[in-house]
């Protein structure tokens, strides 16, 4: 079945420690994205990618790198220099053809802080 | 300032009851598309229904449907027949055709339905 995976589903990190969520897609589209969700929160952009090798800053990019090296893989790190990550982690992806394209989403990655 | 504004935090229905869940939205972009999505408790987002702004007729998807009323740039969700596993959080999102492929989703409402 066509989708987008993440891992792992629950995440523990120790202070000073970077880890790295995982998020692949078998939809065939361009786009993938990254979001952020605080408890009681909206969905906010971390980066995003149109393009293998490409990506761009959301609004809260600062302490987060990500790479795009094949379509189908877009891996987030939440590197030590982000001082609150425990959050809920939201992968998505679409296609960029077509105004209509919705954005589909994995299950999400819980990162705790301990 | 913020693009997506959902003024309602919470909202309570009974059973069979119709509910509307406000959004407006800020763009200069003539050209963009909103989106409603559903967040159970289990955390995963659900696609509800799409409005392009060029689209004359209000869309509907089963029992939702979007009141898009475009001079007040509003973009309410309406569920009808409201049933139990209605009860969720929902976001509304934009994407602004001109200048890229990311939803700016807002806050989000937390819809209760009760029997």
């Known amino acids: 079945d066509g989708g987008i995976t993440q891992s792992p589903k629950y995440l523990f990190r120790k202070e000073g420690q970077n880890v790295t969520l995982s998020c692949e897609q078998n939809?065939?589209?361009?786009?993938m994205y990254w979001y952020r969700q605080d408890p009681g929160q909206g969905l906010r952009l971390i980066y995003y990618?149109?393009?293998?090798?490409?990506?761009q800053k959301g609004d809260i990019a600062e302490g987060y790198s990500v790479s795009r090296e094949k379509k189908e893989s877009f891996p987030l790190t939440v590197t030590s220099a982000q001082k609150n990550p425990t959050a809920f982690y939201l992968c998505?992806?679409?296609?960029?053809?077509?105004?209509?394209?919705?954005?589909?989403f994995g299950q999400g990655t819980r990162l705790t802080v301990v | 300032a913020q693009k997506i504004t959902q003024t309602q935090p919470g909202m309570f229905v009974q059973e069979k009851e119709a509910v509307t869940l406000d959004c407006t939205y800020d763009?200069?972009?003539?050209?963009?598309?909103l989106f409603w999505y559903k967040q159970p408790s289990s955390g995963e987002m659900i696609f509800l229904i799409y409005?392009?702004?060029?689209?004359?007729q209000n869309a509907t998807e089963g029992r939702y449907s979007l009141n898009f009323q475009k001079a007040r740039k509003s973009a309410n969700l309406v569920i009808s027949a409201s049933q139990l596993g209605d009860s969720a959080m929902y976001f509304c999102?934009?994407?602004?055709?001109?200048?890229?492929?990311?939803?700016?989703f807002g806050k989000g409402t937390t819809l209760s339905v009760s029997s």
């Open positions: 998505a992806s679409s296609s960029i053809r077509g105004r209509g394209a919705e954005a589909f």
């Open positions: 939809l065939n589209h361009d786009a």
């Open positions: 990618s149109q393009i293998v090798n490409d990506f």
């Open positions: 763009t200069s972009d003539p050209s963009y598309g």
């Open positions: 409005q392009g702004s060029y689209d004359q």
């Open positions: 999102a934009m994407r602004e055709d001109e200048t890229g492929t990311a939803l700016i």
